[in-house]
């Protein structure tokens, strides 16, 4: 029999990050497509939409009138999935019917008053502006005793649920950790006091020796996609230094994220030539008051799409009750993406 | 302040089954929709449609004939996520980057010759043919030494990834247990250890007095809508016999679930008044030669559909990220799923 070769045979991969695994069939990638197809968006916006809840000087819901800002806009979501008022109290029959009361406070963040923007469209001052703010929220909403762990997040385009164009993130933040970042702090936890550094640190060293999954870099971050990737174009964005949180970013730092973010998305965009979409977030330690050494600050992109604008990845079926699937190797995205132009398609077609 | 009410304010449910977490978030559920449709898809079709490859007597890829079957029908998947031919090996740096081989088995289930139907479209007798499949392949796959776990699951609907309306459903037998299954295993065995019992046998207890999130029954098996249950109108079926997998069902037994899947089927198609999208499988205990009494046979339904036939739930940033989330609590969505017509709304309106 032939030898094992990961391009080609079946396999199993480990997430370091969160200690479950993957399915990769490389072999597999040829297969026929008959089934749903996506409509890409039109992609033609007005600046301005008088329309949009979240555009300057509009109405929100609930009669409440967006500032003319400028910039960022931040504001408590009107439908937000957490509250910070909820009496305390839960369920427990035997270890079986288990339920906790839990409070916490959701926030969109408008990335730009341009309505026809996304983050690859914007300037690295504008996505610098982004950045500052994530700062800003994490550390104030991480300060209070009621939160113990802020997610900020994007969800862009409608495949990705996302239901209003407006370029905008969001900030779940809450009184427990949810399951992701918790299994995360397990595996980190484990591996610091095992080898007294950051898994992450270990792990960008050998990504960076073997530059197979790397797709680009600056001075303080790096963008591989993960050996472990679960969807086909995932990627990681990695602090090189192992700071725990966003807060202890440098403004050199900070500004060489938001250069990362904008060379990353407008390659996202350039590979199918279409506004791309995705869910991204930052994994940062829980704000719990612990020191949280293990911790090593990262970024998650997840976008669903895999053969063409139109063709995504389903993770239904096996992947629901067995685990995630993939069938283009990790290798082989991030070959793909760090050949792409960082000239975003459609000022080139200009 | 008041007392801490399930119905009303947010919370996280445990998975016993699992040990992971959802939020709930009760007072969300009236939150407006802009984002995404689903398109319908056309509902008549061909008894027979000469382009399917799924149909008797058409070609599918390859050049492999269909037989002229007149019940079901399992053939090898002709672009199979696993084959049983995989040199072992793999890869392991610093237990960082980890990698195994992995082999198995591919198969597609056809449920029925015709085109047109779907289970709930077909009596008992014809959906008992189905489980019939089930039981053999779980005990000729289960049987084989390089099989170690068996997982029969169906993708319904183009939004579920579903390449082909033709009634039928996979399998995907391996070497090692997926992680869903795995983590299922750690659970269920840390409370038979404790307590001499499955942990569904006393969780079935528990619900069958509590009456708010059981579905439908009969005498064998009862659906519920799990406690922790994480997509809108997620159902769980459960032997009431603590049996670890399908073979060791009563002739009996497998009628009566059967009857009861064609009853759920139904009253999903008549929720909305589609034919009803899901991903749906058996978990059962691992073919790894254990007794694994502390395994107990169910099947999960996991719909995406929300609010309407166009309106689904997305599991994206936050979900991702963090951990599911729901609107509608699952003792809401029991009540709407129990107090449904069992005929069928096309027979209906005839
Ligand atoms: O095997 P199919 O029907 O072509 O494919 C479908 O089911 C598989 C198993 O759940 C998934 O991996 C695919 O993403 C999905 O499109
Ligand atoms: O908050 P939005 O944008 O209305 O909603 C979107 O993001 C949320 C957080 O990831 C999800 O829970 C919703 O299912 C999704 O549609």
Known sequence: MATFDSTE?????FNALTGEWVLVSPHRSKRPWQGQQETPEPEVRPAYDPTCYLCPGNTRAGGILNPEYTSTFVFENDFGALQPEVPTGGIDEGGLLRAE????VCRVICFSPRHDLTL???DTAAIREVVDLWVAQYQELGARPDINYVQIFENKGQVMGCSNPHPHGQIWAQRTVPTEPAKETVQQLAYFEKHGRTLLSDYLEIELREKQRVVLENEHFVVLV???????????????????????????ERTALADLLRRLTIRYDNLFQISFPYSAGLHQRPTDGEEHPEWHLHMHFYPPLLRSATVRKFMVGYEMLGNPQRDITPEFSAERLRTLPEVHYKSAEQ
């Open 9 to 13: 045979h079946a396999h199993r991969r």
């Open 101 to 104: 009361a839990e409070s916490g």
């Open 226 to 252: 993960p050996f472990w990737a679960v969807w086909p174009f995932e990627t990681l964005v990695v602090a090189r230094r192992p700071v725990q949180d966003i807060v202890q970013l440098t403004e050199e």
């Open 120 to 122: 690859p469209e914007m």
